[in-house]
């Protein structure tokens, strides 16, 4: 069965440190993959999604940047933490062939100070 | 992409059946239809997804009307576990689209 893993699942930065988030998915391949950010008491805003390797698209303007070195793994990333990029973030996936079902990682909690 | 409109918030009481109605009026030929639901400090998980006419899980019931521009999540017999927010989703099946959501509903149940 396919699962996917994201951590850590709470993290404290000060402003200005760099941000590395990871989430690995098992048991597919080529799936789509997806950040998400959720403000406190906020729906869902997304921010990136990749559909292979090496391919990343971005939704919105941001102080943040995602990878995708291998076909199962998604990186979400920043070189300074500014204020506004606390949030409960969070990586799906879903199959790659279609069907628009998502599978939700259990997210990070991140706050910057 | 088809933009959705939910309302903000609903109250319903235990035993009750819940009707969640989301709009997306400019819903494309190859889009589905799918509803999450989300509890706090947890990510959304999926609960039904439909393309026309009536769908029916073990959680759930969706109906979509003929033009396709609303659909109506229904919960039977809600209890106090429901409580959370629901999430309306409109896109294309085709691989590499982005899945964008609304503002969801946020659901209350009261004993």
């Known amino acids: 069965s396919q699962t996917i893993h994201q951590w850590p699942a709470t993290l404290v930065q000060p402003v200005g440190s760099p941000l590395s988030l990871e989430c690995t998915v098992e048991?597919?391949?080529?799936?789509?993959l997806y950040w998400y950010r959720q403000a406190a008491g906020r729906g869902l805003q997304l921010l990136f999604y990749?559909?292979?390797?090496?391919?990343i698209s971005s939704e919105v303007p941001q102080n943040l940047s995602a990878s995708r070195p291998q076909d199962r793994q998604f990186i979400l990333s920043s070189k300074k933490l500014l204020l506004s990029d606390s949030g409960f973030y969070l990586c799906?996936?879903?199959?790659?062939?279609?069907?628009?079902?998502?599978?939700f990682g259990s997210g990070t909690q991140l706050s910057v100070l | 992409l088809a933009k959705t409109t939910q309302p903000i918030s609903m109250d319903s009481y235990e035993g009750q059946e819940v009707n969640i109605t989301c709009s997306h009026n400019n819903i494309a030929t190859n889009d589905y239809i799918t509803w999450y639901q989300q509890f706090p400090s947890q990510g959304p998980r999926f609960i039904i997804q439909g393309y026309k006419t009536k769908v029916t899980n073990e959680v759930a019931s969706l109906f979509i009307p003929a033009d396709r521009k609303s659909s109506t999540l229904s919960l039977p017999r809600v209890s106090l576990s429901d409580t959370a927010v629901y999430y309306c989703?409109?896109?294309?099946?085709?691989?590499?689209?982005?899945?964008?959501f609304g503002g969801g509903t946020r659901l209350m149940v009261k004993p």
């Open positions: 989703l409109v896109g294309d099946t085709g691989a590499g689209n982005m899945l964008t």
């Open positions: 048991g597919t391949s080529n799936p789509n």
């Open positions: 990749s559909v292979g390797i090496g391919q």
């Open positions: 799906a996936w879903r199959d790659g062939g279609g069907m628009e079902k998502l599978f």
